[in-house]
Structures are given as C-alpha cells and as structure tokens.
C-alpha cells in the first residue's frame, strides 16, 4: 500500500539573476513499510526534499500526499497538527530540549498534543535504544549516539505514517553510525516503520531496501 506520493515537485528560491532551483519537477512514490535512503552530495536538493515531504517548508508547485492526504491543502495550523502526529523526523543534530531528560524529550510529541503517553510503549521503546539506565538524563549528560537514540525514540512514540531522518548519523563516530543505522532497520522491521533517510554516505545507503539518486534537484 502507498504511504508517501510526491508528484511534480518544485522548489525556487530567488528570482532573477539570484534564481536557484533547489527541486527540479521530482516524482516518485514510497511503499507502507519501505525503508528508502535519498543519496546525494551536499547541494544535491535532498534535505529540501525531505523538508517538503514533512511539511517543513512548502514547494512553489507540486503535490505532496501522505497517508492519501495532500498535505499542503492543510492550513500552517493544520499541517503542524499533521506533522506532530504523522511525520516522524530525526535530525543530524538531534534537537533536544536541553531542559528535559530522555523520557520527556520522548514524549514530548505526545504531550504537546495533550495525548495519553503508552507507558508499555515507552518502555518497550526506552529498552530497544538502550537507554533504560540514561532516561532520567538531561542531553548534556549524554553521548552523541545516545542523544540520536533518544531522538529516534521521540520520532517513533507516536506512531507516525513515515519517519524521516535527515543525515542521523552525521555528526557520529563509525561506532555510534552503525548502532544508529541498526536501530532503524530493527524499527523497519519489527514495527514496519515506514523510514525515508538522507544521507550523503553511500555504504549507510545500501543497509535501505531502495536507494533514489538525486542531483542539482533531479532523481537521476
């Protein structure tokens, strides 16, 4: 069944002689339960796209739809809701609130929302990424890959249509990466997580079970 459909999708910054066409008309569609790794070099359009796809930002045409949804028919206010329930994103820099410790960093998601935290889910959730003995942590406590732990927990607890991750281990030693990189093949598989990653490394690609190519904005 189709979870993602991005149709004709353009992005242009500037006008003019300053003109940069970050998407160049990209189309592709992304199957419930795949994992797929977006390639590219830096400047190649891949993180605009993944901005796109998660209703960060909005494209100058084309359509986006998730869950058979065209997401940018929403509202700013509706898409945010939209985001906050359906879109899971993990970021290079993990984005944590250094005020709160792993479990509420977790849940924050479910609490911004004023929705029931699954208790049995966030254990089960906690243990997976290893962090049963850090979840009373605050993020300055914590090493690189347990901060990305924590954020993929936060992206997975509310059961979101499709997870993004824009470069999740960029900013790790090999170590950390590989762990980071199991971690989500282990959410693929055993929650059939829908994951779209980006990255600029081609051997954390091939752990995808599809690989799109994108250059100066196009899937080559």
């Not at 509202?75 to 820099?93: K, N, P, T």
């Amino acid at each position: 069944m189709e979870i993602l459909r991005v149709e004709n999708l353009n992005k242009v910054y500037g006008e003019g002689g300053t003109k940069v066409t970050a998407l160049d008309n990209v189309s592709f569609s992304v199957e419930k339960g795949e994992f797929v790794a977006i390639v590219g070099a830096s400047g190649s359009g891949k993180s605009t796209l993944l901005h796109l796809i998660g209703g960060v930002d909005r494209p100058t045409s084309g359509k986006v739809y998730i869950d058979g949804k065209d997401i940018y028919k929403f509202s700013d206010d509706e898409l945010a809701i939209f985001r906050r329930r359906q879109v899971g994103l993990i970021y290079q820099f993990y984005n944590l609130i250094p005020i709160l410790n792993v479990e509420e960093n977790i849940t924050l998601p479910l609490n911004l929302d004023n929705r029931q935290v699954d208790n049995q889910l966030l254990d089960e959730l906690i243990n997976i990424l290893g962090l049963s003995s850090r979840k009373t942590h605050l993020p300055n406590q914590l090493s690189g890959g347990q901060q990305q732990r924590t954020s993929i927990g936060r992206a997975m607890i509310t059961k979101p249509a499709i997870i993004l991750a824009d470069e999740p281990t960029g900013n790790l030693d090999t170590k950390s990466s590989d762990e980071i990189v199991e971690l989500l093949k282990k959410s693929n598989r055993d929650y059939k997580q829908t994951i779209i990653m980006i990255t600029h490394n081609l051997e954390i690609a091939k752990h995808a079970n599809r690989i799109i190519k994108i250059e100066d904005g196009r899937i080559v």
